[in-house]
C-alpha cells in the first residue's frame, strides 16, 4: 500500500519439480512506481444535522485545514462531534496510504461507553477492524449508511484509526438507546 518503488516479479512452476526459470525461461521482472491514492490532502467536512458552535470551534483549530470545495475525501460528523487537533492530519495520512474509508475512535461519555466500546481510543490502527466504521472519512464515491445513529461505513478498504479521537457529547444528534 504505501507509495515507493516496489518491484514485481513472476515466475511459473512445473508442480512439484522445477521453477521455469531453471529451465531457461524469463521470469517477468518489472519496476513499479506506486503513487500515493489521494495527489492532494483536501479534506472535507459533510455534516448530519445542524451546524454547532463547538464543532466548529474545533474544526478551526485541526492541523491540516479543511476543505469547502474541490475535496478528495470527505469526512462525516454530527453536531456535538469534537474532534482532536491531530485527527484531520491522521485521516489524511491514511488515505494517502492507501485506504479508501477512514474510521475515527470515540471518546464518550461514561454512560455511554459500553454501547461505543470498540470504537474507544488507544487501539492504534486497525486494518481488520470488524465492526463499521463511525464517523468515517471517505473518498469520492463511497457512500456512508447509519449505525447507531451516527453516519458510518460497512465494506472493505477501511482502516479503523484508534488515534483519530472524536469527544462525543451525550446529545450529539443522534438518538438515545
Known sequence: RPQGSYRLAFDLVEEYRFWFEEVGSTPLDIPVEV???IAERRLQVVFHGAPDPETD???????????SE????????????????NWSRLLLDAHQEGYAAVGSA?????S???RFAPWAPGGGRNPRFIEPLLLPSLL?????ETHEGLPCFFGSD???EGRAVVRLRRRSGRPSG
Open 70 to 85: 474541490e475535496a478528495l475525501a470527505f469526512v462525516h460528523l454530527v453536531p456535538g462531534a469534537v474532534p482532536a487537533p
Open 57 to 67: 470551534a474545533a474544526l478551526l483549530i485541526q492541523e491540516e485545514p479543511l476543505v
Open 158 to 160: 477501511a482502516l479503523f
Open 35 to 37: 503513487q500515493p491514492r
Open 106 to 110: 470515540l471518546e464518550v461519555s461514561r
Open 140 to 144: 469520492a464515491g463511497l457512500d456512508s
Open 112 to 114: 455511554e461507553r459500553r
